[in-house]
């Protein structure tokens, strides 16, 4: 009797087979992987397109790298030497300042502005404001202007066609910017008090030269370090020049303030003690000179009462005259020391563009940009044959299938 049956692979030899379920497993896996040969095909099979890309991308960097404008970058260093207010010294020689250390705050030690604070007072609208009102000789200017004219200066014509070609983004988010930009707002006060409201040619100087200057302060020395590009070695140290005075006067103006308000109401009370004092000198020297011998008691008690405003009146004026003293000391003692370590000088190298970088970059970008082309276009035409292949198995199943039911029925 024989049997149909199918036998196992196992039941050939009594013993299982050497392909196990594992290392089918691995194999289909294997067969999943990509190979590092089909890499290479595929870049080889579109090397045309590989290689084109980083041709066109190599050609926009050489081309930015050389058109980009020259810029230059120029550097000076300043600290604030520690101040004290007051306040002595402790028993034992010990100082105020000393004890801050551990939390303890005496007074007398140095206040006001910190070294920190100064690349914010640096970048404040005040500062910026008086930069662009400054009059500087630009590279590509026939004669000295002011920054601000300078900014809203009418545009070459080949300023204007690499505006709208090659530095289009850039060009679109500016026009973005202004778009979304509010109305300018008070830019410092005028010596009467008045808000200084910047014109738009001004507001727009402010906003391209806030791009131009930085600054960092290392906190363990107070160093303050300030940093303004610009187009020109020249320019870019004029700015930083105007920069540091402007910077200078804003410190001393905003450290002496109080003191400053307190000096002009001293000055302005003894004038009028002043003028007080003249007044009330001159009633006793006409009442002396009409009465030499003021024998009855209305004159005496008026001679009395003139002396006695006279007396008043002087010891009021010494007594301002002592503060306006102090306070012009005071005023003096508040001044700023801010050191220039290291003076703006216009630097021999330029900071950008870096040609070599850029077309590098560019260069690697081409090549990644082209090679993902690559596989993207290689896996679609994988889709597209593997839903041709997936077509012709239909149908052939479909052949198949009425060739099988027309064998039957012939049957």
């Known amino acids: 009797m024989s049997s149909d049956a199918p036998t196992s ?41 590989i290689v084109r890309t980083v041709l066109v991308f190599t050609l926009l960097g050489v081309t930015y790298a050389l058109l980009a404008p020259e810029e230059f970058t120029s550097e000076a260093r300043v600290v604030r030497e520690a101040q004290s207010e007051g306040g002595g010294s402790l028993p034992g020689g010990i100082s105020p300042g000393a004890l801050s250390g551990f939390g303890i705050n005496l007074g007398g030690s140095a206040s006001g502005l910190t070294p920190a604070a100064y690349p914010d007072v640096l970048q404040s609208r005040e500062v910026r404001l008086a930069v662009v009102r400054d009059t500087f000789r630009f590279p590509n200017a026939e004669r000295p202007m002011t920054y601000v004219d ?27 910017g202004n778009a979304i930009s509010s109305t300018p707002v008070p830019a410092g006060t005028t010596g009467t008090g008045e808000p200084v409201i910047p014109s738009e040619e001004e507001d727009e100087a402010l906003k391209a030269i806030a791009d131009k200057i930085s600054a960092s302060v290392d906190e363990e020395t107070g160093l303050m370090t300030i940093s303004v590009t610009a187009g020109g070695p020249q320019l870019a ?31 302005r009370r003894f004038q009028e003690v002043e003028q007080e004092l003249e007044v009330a000198e001159d009633r006793l020297a006409q009442f002396l000179e009409r009465n030499q011998n003021p024998t009855t008691a209305t004159l005496q008690f008026r001679r009395d009462r003139l002396q006695r405003q006279v007396s008043f009146k002087e010891q009021l004026y010494s007594s301002l005259q002592s503060q306006l003293t102090q306070t012009r000391l005071d005023l003096q003692r508040r001044q700023p020391v801010v050191t220039v370590v290291e003076e703006p000088v216009p630097p021999m190298s330029r900071t950008s563009p870096q040609r070599t970088l850029i077309v590098l970059i560019s260069l690697l970008l081409g090549g990644g940009i082209g090679m ?10 994988n889709q597209k044959n593997e839903s041709r292949r997936e077509k012709i198995r239909q149908i052939r199943k479909e052949l198949a299938l009425d060739s099988g039911e027309r064998f039957v029925t012939k049957e």
């Not at 300078?150 to 500016?174: A, C, E, H, I, Q």
């Not at 004029?238 to 005075?245: A, E, P, Q, R």
């Open 150 to 176: 300078y900014v809203n200066r009418p545009p070459g014509p080949l300023s204007t066609v690499l505006d709208y070609t090659l530095f289009l983004p850039w060009t679109l988010k500016g026009m973005l």
């Open 237 to 267: 140290a004029s700015l930083t020049g105007s920069f540091l005075d402007h910077f200078t006067t804003r410190v001393r103006e905003i450290r002496t303030e109080k003191v400053r308000e307190r000096l002009q109401f001293v000055e």
């Open 9 to 49: 692979p196992a039941a050939d030899d009594g013993r299982p087979s050497s392909e196990s379920p594992s290392s089918s497993r691995a194999a289909d896996v294997r067969e999943d992987e990509v190979s590092l040969l089909d890499i290479l095909l595929v870049l080889a099979r579109n090397k045309t397109l």
């Open 372 to 381: 993902f082309g690559a596989f993207g276009k290689s896996f679609i035409e």
